[in-house]
Each structure stands twice: as structure tokens, then as C-alpha cells.
């Protein structure tokens, strides 16, 4: 990666700009100064989107952590119920699953991950014996990623029953897609990946124009790529746009439609571009995180997470690129990016 030396951002960015030959472009990026939006609060509800078919959503809104607070789904066949993902902590997979018993009064027959994560895949535990089923990658990382030693121990209000958690990966797995049936509804699993991970799938119900998009979709949250493929991510998106649907339920924030998907497309567009030019100029990926304007996704939910996207943006440039996540760089670009951001503000 060329070094910076004592050049001056100023200087770094009328040279990059000579070197590609676009500098009306580059200083109007430089310049970019879109105002962020006002993002709404949403409420933890089991929302009916049709007779039969449910979408789980978990508080939040402007200025919450939302790590760990994603999304579930549910699907409802005449004798048994599908949940699509199993949340977190204990306390959080047993209300989603507590709800969806009230609301139906059926008992769940399988499960489906749509990646990985712990937010998706702690509570599968619950549902042992049961078909678990997920991509053949997202088994291998459940497994691999274990349960910490001190689950959320930064949450209190979450402790209760942590003690219980114990992994429960997939006991299916699929490489393509597959087709289930709940009475005349088709449920169609297929593998979009790599994006948000190697192994991310979609639940798309062909019949009601709505698809589970798991973490491939973000609303008002900003998108970590903690071990994900930006550029790819991207072209999964774009490979949604052009399915025929109505309702998106991302893995975290409200339901939405292509309309909020697209705004997690634009958010990921504009960070791959504006980093690329920062590493062409030898920035640090948190420094290169905070000198970036996010315009209208400014207000976005944990911002620090574009740090992390730097990293894994720098690996794909260098070439560097794996699934695995380089925690220890990650947590560094984080550092550095507050650190730069509170310099800011003096």
C-alpha cells in the first residue's frame, strides 16, 4: 500500500485525483456533503405480514446499539411452524419463540439460519431435536465460532439463562437451492452468498412477493461486514432487485421493501468507492472510516462499523481477502476511527 509520509489529505487527493485523471469528480466527493436523515424508532412486535407467514423485529432506533438485535421469521403450515433464524441471548430467542407459540398455537417442526452470526444462531439450541438447516458454510462457522466464555456481558438485562447457551449448528446442509411446501405455500431456500458471509440464504415465498433477506439487508442500521465481501454483497443485492418481491424483512430494523435494500446497496456503493480511493492514497482503514462522509447514513445505527468495512474493503484491494474475520485489525480501525472522531470534535 503506498505510504502517506507528511502528505497532507489535500495534497493525497489532488494526486490521486491527477493519477486517475478525474479530479472534478474526486473533489466533488471530497465535498460530499448530503445531509443524513432522521431515522425512526421501531417496536420488538410479531408482525402478521399474510395468514401465514410472521416477521419478528427487536427495538430499536437513533442512537441504540443494535448489535444483536436482529430479526426472526416465521412460516405457518397446518401442522407445523418454520422459524427462520433463532436470535441471541436467551432471553431474546425465548420471547420470539414464546410469541410465535401464542400467536399460532402450532408447535415448530424446523429451522433455517440465514447465516451464521451469533444473533441468528444462538438460540437454535432451543429447537434441538429439530431439522436445523443452513448453508454448508454457515454449519463449519457455527461451529467454529463456539459461545464465548462471557456472552454479552457488556448487556446485563440480558444474563438471564445465558448459562443454558450451548452450540447447535445445522443438521442439514445445502449447497443450492431447495424447496419446501407448508399445505400450498412454497418456500423456496436459496443460497446468495458470499455478502455478509460466506454462507449467507434467503427464504423467499414466491406466492406472497416476500423474502427473509437476513443480513444481506440492513434498514437504518449500518451493515457490518465483519467477514463479509462488500463488492459481493452488492451483487447479491442486485440479484434481489431483479426477484419478484413486494415485502423485504432484513435481518435487522423494520420490514421495508426494495425501496430500504436499496438503501443498504447505496451505503455499501459508497463506502467500496470512497475507500478505494483512501487506499490508493495509503489512509489506515479508521482513519480512512472517519474521513469519509456518510451523508444520509450518517445517523445510521453503530457508524463504527464502517471501520471494520475498511478492513475487509483493504482486503479485497490487496487481494487478502478469506472468510475469516481479522479481528485484531478490526478492533484497531475501530480504536482508530473514535480516536480520529473525537479529535474532530475538539
Not at 272 to 279: F, P
Not at 297 to 308: G, H, L
Request: proline share 7%.
Amino acid at each position: 500500500m503506498p505510504a502517506m509520509n507528511a502528505m497532507t489529505r489535500r495534497q493525497a487527493l489532488r494526486t490521486f485525483a491527477g493519477l486517475v485523471g478525474t479530479p472534478a469528480i474526486l473533489a466533488a466527493t471530497a465535498r460530499q456533503t448530503s445531509r443524513s436523515t432522521q431515522i425512526p424508532s421501531w417496536s420488538t412486535e410479531l408482525r402478521r405480514l399474510t395468514p401465514d407467514i410472521y416477521a419478528y423485529t427487536q427495538a430499536s432506533g437513533p442512537g441504540v446499539d443494535n448489535a444483536s438485535l436482529s430479526n426472526a421469521g416465521l412460516i405457518v403450515g397446518p401442522e407445523t411452524m418454520l422459524a427462520i433464524d433463532t436470535l441471541g441471548p436467551p432471553v431474546h430467542a425465548k420471547a420470539f419463540r414464546a410469541a410465535a407459540t401464542q400467536a399460532t398455537g402450532k408447535r415448530f417442526g424446523r429451522v433455517v439460519n440465514t447465516h451464521h452470526h451469533r444473533d441468528h444462531t444462538n438460540g437454535n439450541y432451543l429447537y434441538v431435536p429439530l431439522e436445523i438447516v443452513a448453508h454448508e458454510y454457515c454449519r463449519e462457522a457455527t461451529i467454529a465460532q463456539g459461545i464465548p466464555s462471557r456472552p454479552y456481558e457488556d448487556r446485563p438485562q440480558w444474563q438471564e439463562g445465558i448459562s443454558e447457551l450451548k452450540v447447535a449448528p445445522a443438521t442439514t446442509t445445502i449447497a443450492g437451492p431447495v424447496t419446501y411446501r407448508y399445505g400450498e405455500l412454497e418456500v423456496q431456500l436459496i443460497p446468495n452468498a458470499p455478502a455478509h458471509t460466506w454462507g449467507d440464504l434467503m427464504v423467499y415465498l414466491p406466492q406472497r412477493r416476500l423474502l427473509f433477506a437476513g443480513d444481506i439487508a440492513f434498514t437504518y442500521v449500518t451493515p457490518p461486514a465483519h467477514n463479509g465481501h462488500v463488492t459481493k454483497w452488492i451483487e447479491a443485492i442486485d440479484r434481489i432487485m431483479k426477484m419478484d418481491v413486494d415485502v423485504i424483512v432484513p435481518g435487522h430494523g423494520p420490514v421495508g421493501s426494495k425501496s430500504q435494500l436499496a438503501d443498504t446497496r447505496a451505503y455499501l456503493d459508497l463506502i467500496a468507492n470512497e475507500a478505494r480511493k483512501r487506499y490508493a492514497m495509503g489512509m489506515s482503514p479508521g482513519r480512512a472510516a472517519a474521513d469519509i462522509d456518510l451523508g444520509r447514513f450518517a445517523n445510521w445505527t453503530n457508524p463504527e462499523r464502517t471501520a471494520w468495512n475498511m478492513v475487509r474493503l483493504y482486503a479485497e484491494f490487496n487481494g487478502s481477502i478469506t472468510p475469516a474475520t481479522n479481528t485484531q485489525a478490526q478492533d484497531q480501525a475501530v480504536a482508530e476511527y473514535q480516536q480520529v472522531r473525537r479529535e474532530n470534535r475538539r
